[in-house]
Nanobody
């Protein structure tokens, strides 16, 4: 019984910024990893960024220097600050949580970057 609630998606012009949030609720015990994936139509879902319980972060090469992932452990919430957005960032963004080696997914939120 874990639910991931995402917010912050929308339409933005190239060069703009968005901040995504994902709050986990339910039977939360130990969260090993929280992160963000994205999927464009006809493409495979890919990792954007994740952060471990120890604060270690990983980023896709395509977003390094532009996106920043952070977390609020007390709120079981992960954030994704997206800056200098490009049209190629357009995708459905999914929140992901790994707890006790089991993965959970949010329903996804659309991010559209216009030229």
């Amino acid at each position: 019984q874990v639910q991931l609630v995402e917010s912050g998606g929308g339409l933005v012009q190239a060069g703009g910024s968005l901040r995504l949030s994902c709050a986990a609720s339910g039977s939360i015990f130990i969260i090993n990893v929280m992160g963000w994936y994205r999927q464009a139509p006809g493409k495979q879902r890919e990792l954007v960024a994740d952060i471990t319980s120890g604060g270690n972060t990983n980023y896709a090469d395509s977003v390094k220097g532009r996106f920043t992932i952070s977390r609020d452990s007390a709120k079981n919430t992960v954030y994704l600050e997206m800056n200098s957005l490009k049209p190629e960032d357009t995708a459905v963004y999914y929140c992901n949580l790994v707890m006790l080696s089991r993965g959970y997914w949010g329903q996804g939120t659309q991010v559209t970057v216009s030229s």
